[in-house]
């Protein structure tokens, strides 16, 4: 018969519950470099498929786009503004940004996308997104009503991620990471 006998030294426990709770902050501090990494990945999807089609076309693996209107081709090619979807002076894609970090008890949460930018680059993207259904013609209050068909990129970006292989293995990747850095350092 063998006998095991432990003695746990109470300043022994004391390091070690304080090594614990180092570990828990290099964990989060770990995985918000992680998320960060996701979020910049939606990021780079989202910019890629601005200005890259003329319409007509799959844009997402489920998300077709519309030609833009002959009409709205004129107006950018007499501002010399790219013909391409999603991209005329360039103003809407470089307002996308990544940012803020937030923690909440056990969750951390990023955004993507427009924040804090003027009413008309929120608006041009929704028209874009969203599309919009008008009159086609002037109305009463001087306001051009027209009709712009969706063109969504916001929610197909993210349907992206999720569907991929590949993206999903590329995010699993950063949080691997964060996880052996945590340890690392445990």
């Known amino acids: 018969m063998i006998e095991w006998g432990v003695r746990l030294d ?9 090594r614990l709770r ?6 989060q501090k770990e995985s918000e470099n992680a998320l960060r990494e996701s979020a910049e990945l939606y990021y780079l999807i989202l910019i890629e498929h ?22 709205w081709l004129d107006i950018k090619k007499k501002h010399g503004w790219t013909e391409e979807i999603w991209e005329a002076t ?8 990544v940012s803020g970090i937030q923690t909440k008890g ?9 924040k804090d930018v003027s009413p008309k680059i929120l608006m041009d993207a929704m028209e874009n997104e969203f599309g919009v259904a008008g009159l086609g013609s002037t109305g009463k209050i001087g306001i ?14 993210k349907r992206e991620i999720i569907r991929s292989s590949h993206y999903r293995g590329l995010i699993l ?3 691997r990471r964060a996880v052996k850095a945590a340890l690392g350092n445990f």
């Not at 180092?22 to 964990?27: E, Q």
């Not at 360039?90 to 940004?97: R, S, W």
């Open 22 to 27: 180092r570990c828990g902050t290099y964990i």
């Open 10 to 18: 109470s300043k022994d426990l004391t390091r070690f519950q304080g």
């Open 50 to 71: 601005m200005g890259e089609s003329r319409g007509d076309e799959m844009v997402f693996a489920d998300t077709f786009w519309p030609r833009l209107s002959k009409k």
């Open 144 to 157: 051009s009503m027209h009709n712009i068909p969706a063109r969504p990129l916001f929610e197909p970006a």
């Open 106 to 114: 056990n969750t951390i949460s990023i955004f993507v996308g427009l």
């Open 173 to 175: 990747a950063s949080f």
């Open 90 to 97: 360039g103003t809407t894609k470089g307002a996308i940004k």
